[in-house]
């Protein structure tokens, strides 16, 4: 399948993290002007980075955030506390620089692109949208699989696209965000078939639904589990069932952004599930990863325990968006200043330890 090649070449691509250079790294840290360890996760970041860049003393100068928007068939089943119309109304607010992305990523000095990847709207041709649709939203995954496969693997092309054509700008440091009412269903849904999960465990409010709207949520996932647990012995077939179009795209974002070596952080819930979908895929993703923050949305820690991540913020954000992979962009910033620019015992003519 030609549509196909494009995921299989960028999984055969993929390494793991250098760890010779990790080990020069964590010399470097111990032998600057600090108690060891001082700085804790800052400098397993550093470290990380160092692995994940290949060299010594990274320079991150370009950050970009790439918000894939598109809508879903359960929406229908009533399981959000807005209606699909947002979606469209949303990506329009990104174009317009209103949302919160746009003012956590201007703060932090990245660049927001908005890619049209499956929502159920035309736009007409804006300055800043990005017009990747592969479909007008997704099935209602409760009567058949939410996607094609072949679509789902149109969308994650599309990512990893995106992903090469940053690397190309010379991106280093990138985050995915998400828009799609309804998305926190299928999220909830990928948790619970990848790893086991329980809905009662897995499925919140997202928008802010009622108590009795939960209840019936947390029905709609566990219908869409049983109807396709045929599929889940296979992760793209499992992916298709259950996912999303900005879900897939994420996921190949992921998935070209570690074929390239590029820092890539991972935001909240929905990108958490999109995460793990790449890492479902080529599970050498995992350790290249960065999961910039535990989202307030009910399941999320769970799953984040499940796989085996700590995140680095918890700020009680359930925005979506890439706002928490903004805003953990900073501390890869901190990280990296002190890695680089902080003067050695030796330099500084300060007497290490004894």
Do not use: W
């Not at 804006?126 to 409760?142: E, I, S, Y």
């Not at 991106?171 to 309804?182: P, Q, R």
Request: glycine content about 10%; hydrophobic content about 45%; charged content about 25%.
């Amino acid at each position: 399948m030609k549509i196909m090649r494009l995921m299989q070449k960028t999984i055969a691509e993929i390494n793991g993290l250098d760890r010779d250079i990790m080990n020069q790294a964590q010399a470097h840290q111990y032998n600057l002007t600090k108690p060891r360890g001082s700085l804790g996760r800052l400098e397993e970041l550093a470290v990380k980075i160092c692995g994940i860049r290949r060299e010594l003393h990274p320079q991150l100068k370009k950050k970009r955030v790439i918000v894939f928007a598109g809508d879903h068939g359960v929406v229908e089943e009533g399981v959000s506390a807005y209606p699909k119309e947002v979606s469209a109304q949303m990506v329009l607010n990104f174009l317009n620089g209103g949302a919160g992305i746009n003012q956590i990523a201007r703060v932090v000095g990245a660049e927001v692109q908005v890619v049209d990847i499956g929502v159920d709207y035309d736009f007409p041709e804006l300055k800043g949208l990005l017009k990747r649709k592969v479909a007008k939203g997704t099935k209602n995954f409760t009567r058949e699989p939410a996607m094609r496969i072949e679509e789902t693997i149109h969308a994650i092309e599309t990512g990893i696209e995106l992903a090469d054509s940053s690397a190309k700008d010379g991106i280093s440091l990138i985050a995915g965000g998400d828009m799609g009412i309804g998305n926190t269903t299928p999220a909830s849904a990928l948790f619970c078939a990848y790893l086991g999960l329980s809905a009662d465990e897995v499925v919140g409010p997202g928008t802010g639904i009622t108590p009795e709207t939960l209840k019936h949520k947390i029905d709609v996932v566990n219908r869409a589990l049983q109807k396709h647990r045929d599929a889940f012995s296979d992760p793209l077939k499992t992916l298709s069932a259950l996912g999303g179009l900005e879900i897939a795209g994420l996921a190949g974002l992921y998935l070209g952004a570690v074929k390239n070596r590029l820092v890539a952080l991972v935001d909240g819930f929905i990108a958490s599930s999109a995460a793990l979908s790449a890492i479902k895929l080529c599970p050498l993703v995992k350790e290249h990863l960065i999961f910039s923050h535990l989202s307030e949305e009910r399941g999320h820690r769970i799953a984040l325990k499940t796989m085996g991540v700590k995140p680095l913020l918890n700020l009680e954000m359930r925005l979506g968006e890439g706002t928490g992979a903004c805003l953990a962009m900073a501390l890869v910033d901190a990280a990296l200043a002190c890695h680089n620019q902080m003067a050695t015992f030796q330099s500084a003519g300060v007497s290490d330890r004894k």
